[in-house]
């Protein structure tokens, strides 16, 4: 340790011998009492096998990204997802700071300035959590002492129930379809609105997966679009994706049209090409449907819930529901999925009101 002319103070620490070379690193400071507990921290860090270098949180999220999601075997769509979330919401706030240094602070920084961007809590929660999954990572393989992500509460994610169709509005938009005569149009509405697919899993189908004689379809894999890889089939979201659901005579019905006029091959519902459909021409179909229909805009995923909530309707136990849509965990299915229509609310209190023996005054 040594005082320059200046008056700050530097201290050197022996790291060890890197590629057969001594390598040592210096801190300073005003004073020689800060310099020496700056060398403690840093011997500390090293004997702790802590990386004493200047890793920025950026370097790290793209080391975590390429390297430790693929060694997972994380699905591109996922990776994919994750990638955007870092080059949005975090390498800007946050990706220059030395991975060593990252705080609380930082990370509540990047939930600030997302909240200023006007995005959702929900956004907001999922970014914190794939930060503190890659900070896990570099804590067990000791780039850092501690996850600060671990240090704080996650923000709480709010519930936002899907937008749905009243049972009157999905009559009315299935009688409408059917009176279109357009029989691939009818099956792709009934698969969302009565079976509750989702749409990668709708557009992942394949003829083989629908067994009409049976009357029942599996969901095996789900159609993913990953920009600059393409659509390609996968495995669906959760063990529990992968399932038997059953098909109504009605939907055989309707399917078995579809096959007729389609010819029955390859994907239910294709692209003009033949291969898979577009996510987005998809969702085209759904809002023009709507649209002829004379019905309110409701995002396409809202089929789901409008499925659930009328099997809720019919009482049909939560874990079948769930079981049904796929999910596998039935809070997903009652936070997100279910809800109750006005007439289901009224008929509710008049019960209640029933069982009060309550009179009119």
């Known amino acids: 340790m040594f005082e320059r002319k200046n008056g700050t103070w530097v201290g050197r620490v022996e790291v060890g011998v890197i590629d057969?070379?001594?390598?040592?690193?210096?801190?300073t400071g005003k004073t020689k009492k800060v310099v020496l507990a700056k060398m403690d921290q840093l011997k500390s860090d090293i004997r702790a096998g802590i990386t004493p270098d200047t890793v920025t949180v950026a370097q790290w999220m793209d080391t975590w990204l390429s390297v430790h999601c693929q060694e997972r075997?994380?699905?591109?769509?996922?990776?994919?997802?994750?990638t955007r979330h870092v080059e949005n919401y975090v390498k800007p706030t946050i990706g220059k700071v030395q991975l060593k240094r990252l705080t609380p602070d930082h990370v509540r920084a990047v939930h600030q300035a997302m909240r200023k961007r006007g995005l959702s809590e929900t956004t907001v929660r999922q970014t914190h959590v794939i930060l503190s999954r890659a900070l896990k990572v570099a804590e067990r393989e000791g780039k850092i002492r501690r996850n600060p992500c671990s240090l704080m509460d996650?923000?709480?994610?709010?519930?936002?129930?899907?937008?749905?169709l009243t049972l009157a509005q999905a009559h009315r938009l299935l009688?409408?379809?059917?009176?279109?005569?357009?029989?691939?149009?009818?099956?792709?509405?009934?698969?969302?609105?009565?079976?509750?697919?989702?749409?990668?899993?709708?557009?992942?189908?394949?003829?083989?997966?629908?067994?009409?004689?049976?009357?029942?379809?599996?969901?095996?894999?789900?159609?993913?679009?990953?920009?600059?890889?393409?659509?390609?089939?996968?495995?669906?979201?959760?063990?529990?994706?992968?399932?038997?659901?059953?098909?109504?005579?009605?939907?055989?019905q309707m399917l078995a049209a579809w096959r007729r006029e389609s010819g029955g091959k390859g994907y239910v519902f294709p692209s003009p090409s033949g291969g898979p459909r577009d996510s987005k021409a998809d969702w085209r179909v759904w809002t023009k449907a709507l649209e002829s229909a004379g019905i309110p805009h409701v995002p396409l995923h809202g089929a789901r819930g409008t499925a659930a909530t009328l099997l809720m309707a019919m009482e049909v136990p939560e874990r079948v529901i769930a079981d049904i849509l796929g999910h596998s965990q039935v809070n997903i299915t009652m936070k997100h999925y279910l809800h109750s229509d006005e007439a289901q609310r009224a008929a509710a209190l008049d019960g209640l009101a029933g069982a009060l023996e309550l009179s009119p005054a």
């Open 20 to 27: 057969g070379k001594r390598v040592q690193r210096s801190v």
């Open 73 to 82: 075997g994380l699905k591109p769509k996922t990776v994919y997802g994750y």
């Open 154 to 164: 996650a923000p709480s994610a709010a519930v936002n129930p899907h937008e749905i």
């Open 175 to 252: 009688s409408w379809a059917a009176e279109s005569g357009d029989v691939g149009l009818l099956a792709r509405l009934a698969v969302a609105v009565v079976l509750g697919l989702r749409q990668g899993e709708a557009l992942g189908l394949l003829w083989k997966d629908v067994h009409l004689k049976e009357g029942w379809l599996a969901v095996d894999e789900a159609l993913a679009t990953v920009p600059g890889v393409g659509r390609f089939r996968q495995e669906p979201k959760s063990a529990r994706s992968k399932r038997q659901v059953p098909l109504p005579r009605p939907v055989v």
